[in-house]
């Protein structure tokens, strides 16, 4: 089921998360099948529970063009952050419209778990990091617009999303 992804300026994603606990319940399991079909129809790299209204701490990458099959990062944390930082610009589904120049440190470690509860690390330098960073914000409450140098694109679109 596709679900209505929250946009700024909503305090939903502002709001501090919950762990979640496993076992899963089918609630918890049905909610990261619907993030699945929503990022899929957004055309999202990734979706975090805050965007969908849901303070639970739960995000879901959707890296497909990259060749990476779609995942879930249940209660993740980063674990080490690489001192050479790096600029790309991002978008986020919460502010469709904006893009802007986003500094973040080029490689970091993430710890997270699975569906079943088992407990996975990722290590990385690609997209994919900016990608987990991205999401874990979310998830802190964080968004771009928090960090954005250099808007690219939408610059007429952000009274909207500051109001």
Do not use: W
Request: charge should be neutral; glycine fraction near 6%; charged fraction near 30%.
């Amino acid at each position: 089921m596709n679900l209505p992804i929250s946009m700024l300026p909503s305090h939903v994603l502002r709001r501090p998360v919950e762990d979640l606990m496993f076992p899963l319940k089918k609630d918890d399991l049905r909610l990261i099948r619907d993030m699945l079909d929503t990022v899929k129809k957004a055309k999202g790299v990734g979706l975090a529970a805050p965007q969908i209204s849901k303070n639970l701490n739960v995000a879901l990458i959707y890296l497909e063009e990259a060749e990476i099959p779609p995942f879930v990062i249940i209660n993740p944390k980063i674990t080490a952050r690489s001192k050479e930082m790096a600029t790309l610009d991002e978008g986020c589904l919460s502010m469709p419209g904006v893009f802007g120049a986003v500094e973040r440190p080029r490689k970091i470690t993430m710890e997270a778990y699975d569906l079943k509860g088992k407990k996975f690390t990722i290590s990385d330098d690609t997209f994919l990091a900016r990608v987990l960073q991205h999401e874990i914000d979310h998830l802190h409450g964080e968004l771009i617009i928090d960090k954005l140098g250099k808007i690219s694109q939408g610059q007429d679109l952000l009274p909207k999303y500051l109001e």
